[in-house]
C-alpha cells in the first residue's frame, strides 16, 4: 500500500512563505508523477502543481505561477511546494498525490493515492 504524508503546513501572516513536503512510502514512484491539490472550506479541489519523476517537469496552475514552486528530490522519495508571498486567499487544505498520467493532470480522478493533507492558514 503506498503512502503519502505531508508536512510543513501552518499558520503564517500575508506575505510570508512556507514549504510543504510529501514523503513517499516506496521506490516506485519513480514511474508516477507527484502533484499538489489544495481545497478551501466551501470549495472544490483545486489543482496546484505537479512534477514527474523522470525528467523533472513541472506543470502548474496558471493562477499560482511564479509564487509556488514545485520540486522533488528522489534520493528521499520527497516532494516539496516552496509557496511564497502567500495571500489570504490561499489558506486551504493542501494535499499530495500521484497519478499515473498526466494527460488530465488537472483533474483530483486522476490521482490514485493521496496524502492525509496538511493545513496551511494565512492570515491578513
Known amino acids: 500500500q503506498v503512502q503519502l504524508v505531508e508536512s510543513g503546513g501552518g499558520l503564517v501572516q500575508a506575505g510570508g512563505s512556507l514549504r510543504l513536503s510529501c514523503a513517499a512510502s516506496?521506490?516506485?514512484?519513480?514511474?508516477?508523477?507527484m502533484g499538489w491539490f489544495r481545497q478551501a472550506p466551501g470549495k472544490e479541489r483545486e489543482f496546484v502543481a505537479v512534477i514527474r519523476w523522470s525528467d523533472h517537469s513541472t506543470y502548474y496552475a496558471a493562477s499560482l505561477k511564479g509564487r509556488f514552486t514545485i520540486s522533488r528530490d528522489n534520493a528521499k522519495n520527497t516532494v516539496y511546494l516552496q509557496m511564497n508571498s502567500l495571500k489570504p486567499e490561499d489558506t486551504a487544505v493542501y494535499y499530495c498525490a500521484a497519478t499515473g498520467t498526466l494527460l488530465r493532470r488537472w483533474v483530483p480522478a486522476e490521482y490514485d493515492y493521496w496524502g492525509q493533507g496538511t493545513q496551511v492558514t494565512v492570515s491578513s
Open positions: 516506496e521506490r516506485t514512484f519513480s514511474t508516477y508523477a
